[in-house]
Structures are given as C-alpha cells and as structure tokens.
C-alpha cells in the first residue's frame, strides 16, 4: 500500500483507484515543475503525499456540489486535487501567477480532466457567476475571503476555507459555520 493510500485509509477518504493513478502522475508533474519553477513549498514525495491528503480530506463531509471556485489555487492544492476526485463536479480554478496557471493547464491536459477551467487571473477580474462551493487554502484571512467570494455566493452557497489553528480568532460569530478538525488542518466550512 502506497503512503498516499495509508494517508487516505487513516482519515477515512475513500476515493477510487483512478483518483491515486492521477495522483501518481501529478506528483510526477509537480516534481518536474517544481525543479524549475518553484511552485510549493512541498519539495519531497511525502510532503506533496501530505499536500494531496490534506486538499482530499473533505469529500468525506461535503455535500453534493455541481460546481466549485478555488481561489488562489497555486500548485493545485485544493481544486486541481479535488476535481481529481469528483468527476461530476465542474471546477474553476483561479491562479494570478502565469507560472502556476500554466502548470494547472498542463496538469488538466495531462490527466484529461474535462472537468476543470483554469483562470490565469485574479479573482478580483472574473465575471460575477453563481458557485455552489468556494474553496482556498492559505491565501488570505477569512474576512477577507468572504469579501472575495461575495460576487460569487448566493443564499446555497457553500465556503470552504483551509486553515490553521488560527481560524478561531478569524470567526465572526454571526456566521453559520463549523469547523472540521484534523491533526494538521482545520476545514473552516460556512453557509453563506
């Protein structure tokens, strides 16, 4: 059993084969990529299996979604993992940084994932449309993930936030939210 697997198995994630295959291969992209133009801090094969556990992990508490943003994708933690995992659901992953958004376009090509748009700009630019899910890890704090994801949110729209043990302190108790905890993560998930 790879890392990955056990990694997966150990949180509880079930995904099938044809998500560790894509897996496998992006891990092959992102190391290539990586050597030259330095898109993640996660250098090793344990720390990118990490990564991959880490964005995975909440397609065991999320609800069915049609369609997701994911600001700020950098490398493809969470969106380009996740679409990797949930074949019916549509992805628009949105990445400023040119180097980023070309590998993103390189990964989707390479894994012929049909569901997934790469937008090589800042979420700032995109038109106003309506997602059932927002998801980012690490950009920015919460308020301000809130205001970035207003244009984009109706009264179903779910947010999720990927963060530290920081996100008590960013919580505006008058939101609906809860918080799903693992040993490393904290998935701050909110009803807009």
Known sequence: MSRLHQLLKNAGVNVNERFFERAEQYKVLLAKWNKI????????????????????APITFLPPVKTVMDIGTGAGFPGMILAMGMDDTHFTLVEPLAKRASFLQFVKADLGLN??????????????????????????????????????????????????????????????YQIFQTANRHYLLIES
């Open 37 to 56: 133009h330095n898109l993640t801090g996660a250098k090793t094969a344990a720390q990118i299996d990490e990564f991959i556990a880490d964005a995975i």
């Open 115 to 176: 569901n997934v748009d790469i937008k090589a700009m800042k979420v700032e630019e995109l038109p106003s449309t309506r997602y059932d899910l927002i998801t980012s890890r690490a950009v920015t704090d919460t308020q301000m993930l809130l205001k970035l994801s207003k244009p984009f949110c109706d009264d179903k729209t779910l947010l999720l936030f990927y963060k530290g043990e920081k996100v008590y302190d960013e919580i505006d108790e008058t939101l609906k």
